[in-house]
């Protein structure tokens, strides 16, 4: 499958870029940035032509990954969407829902495949704790994410959509995405803010069952952290320690992406992150 690559920064040179090059049954045509001289180096960097243009990159592949921020993510995506492209995206797929329904109906309308790479669902290491559980009886779940994302040093210091929408957007997908595997859709939720960027989030799911998250993109270093956790009838069960091996989860997230396209659906697509967008909204509108 000819792939190209959208964006030409730290997440698109350390994991969509080498993750598309060392996948056997994947081609990386070319790389395309909003600056292109960023795009040459990157493109460089990867042993690929840097393209001239967006339109240039479309027309010369089958699929496109995207590393961009959110609101320039959904109008290119919608473009190669309804070009007639399968799309590899990144949460969340948009900043406003009305942009990811417009997303979600070019990809409709074309016929063409989705995966949204939320890291812990594709992830070799949790695999087995997500299998367990979609077939466990839980009564609510937890998540719980403290980052430290804007110290000297990090490469998302300068990330401008991240200050400025904060943990909820950034983590809160993440959190949506581990809630619903064991706990089924998200219908409605309430969020009360805490200090510096803290979001504490509440959320009812379609059968009653209920989670909540802690979140924090702005935590002091020492208190970094992340856990999971669900209980019912089946018992307890904790998310596994350490972090996710994000160039292996990448891999499965192509892969996934092929199989869809081949006929079998994967539940991480453009529908719902644009369900997960849907929610994210109406909690930033209560704060």
Known sequence: MRFGLVGSGFWATTVHGPGLKAHPEVELVGVWGRDLQRSSVAAAQLGVPSMVSFEALVESVDALAFAVPPDVQVSLATKAAS??????????????????????????????????FFTARFSPGLATWFETLAGGDWEAGTYVELGSIFQPGSPYAGSTWRRQRGALWDIGPHALATLTAALG???????????????????????????????????????????????????????????????????????????????????????????????LESLERQL
């Open 83 to 116: 070009a007639g492209r399968h799309l590899l995206l990144e949460k969340p797929v948009a900043l406003d829902s009305s942009s990811a329904q417009s997303l979600t109906a070019a990809v409709g309308a074309a016929g063409v495949s989705t995966i949204v």
């Open 185 to 279: 859709p998200a219908v409605s939720g309430r969020v009360v803010r805490g200090r510096s960027d803290i979001v504490n989030v509440s959320t009812v799911h379609a059968n009653g069952k209920t989670g909540s998250a802690l979140l924090a993109l702005d935590a002091p270093p020492e208190s970094r952290y992340r856990s999971a956790g669900f209980y019912g009838s089946s018992g307890v069960s904790l998310r596994p320690e350490g972090p996710p091996d994000v160039l292996e989860a990448y891999g499965r997230a192509v892969d996934a992406l092929v199989a869809s396209i081949a006929g079998t659906p994967h539940p991480c697509d453009a529908e719902f992150g644009a369900q997960v967008v849907a929610l």
